[in-house]
């Protein structure tokens, strides 16, 4: 079944430590993007890529880094500069690098505490 | 300044009644595509409906529908006939090139629905 892996689903972390969330595509797609969900609120985008080897920030990017060695593969680091980092991180990607119309398809999400 | 704008915070409507759920956005580019998406409590996103800024009629997927009013930049999500299972977040989202690039697809706070018996 093609689609999009996040793991793991939940995820506790000490303050201060880093995490890395992966996040896997098997639908060939270019463009992958990472967004935070806090309760009750929307999707901010933190990352996005378009390409192989090429990442831009998106509204909320302090704290995190990601990277793009794979078509496949865009996994996202919250680091210990993240002051907030406890949220619902869901991952997405969708066909082509410019398309207008063509929706993101999105992964199941992960759940991040930080205690 | 936010560019999808959603004003409702929660929404209540009876089973089998129609409810419109608001969607403003705000874009200088003549080419945009505005989506919707549904959120039930597992988390997932589900994609809903999808509406060009070239399209002439508005769009209809089954249940649901887009009023689009270019001119005061409004896409209207429009439910049918609710059912239980709508119940849900509810979430407009746009691309446009202002970032020189179509990839970038920005959501707005949501609309959190309850359907009642």
């Known amino acids: 079944d093609g689609g999009i892996t996040q793991s793991p689903k939940y995820l506790f972390r000490k303050e201060g430590q880093n995490v890395t969330l992966s996040c896997e595509q098997n639908l060939n797609h270019d463009a992958m993007y990472w967004y935070r969900q806090d309760p009750g609120q929307g999707l901010r985008l933190i990352y996005y890529?378009?390409?192989?080897?090429?990442?831009q920030k998106g509204d909320i990017a302090e704290g995190y880094s990601v990277s793009r060695e794979k078509k496949e593969s865009f996994p996202l680091t919250v680091t210990s500069a993240q002051k907030n980092p406890t949220a619902f991180y869901l991952c997405?990607?969708?066909?082509?690098?410019?398309?207008?119309?063509?929706?993101?398809?999105f992964g199941q999400g992960t759940r991040l505490t930080v205690v | 300044a936010q560019k999808i704008t959603q004003t409702q915070p929660g929404m209540f409507v009876q089973e089998k009644e129609a409810v419109t759920l608001d969607c403003t956005y705000d874009t200088s580019d003549p080419s945009y595509g505005l989506f919707w998406y549904k959120q039930p409590s597992s988390g997932e996103m589900i994609f809903l409906i999808y509406q060009g800024s070239y399209d002439q009629q508005n769009a209809t997927e089954g249940r649901y529908s887009l009023n689009f009013q270019k001119a005061r930049k409004s896409a209207n999500l429009v439910i049918s006939a609710s059912q239980l299972g709508d119940s849900a977040m509810y979430f407009c989202a746009m691309r446009d090139q202002s970032t020189g690039t179509a990839s970038k697809l920005t959501f707005g706070t949501g609309t959190r629905l309850q359907v009642t018996l």
């Open positions: 997405a990607s969708s066909p082509g690098q410019a398309l207008m119309n063509t929706e993101a398809f």
């Open positions: 890529s378009q390409i192989v080897n090429d990442f």
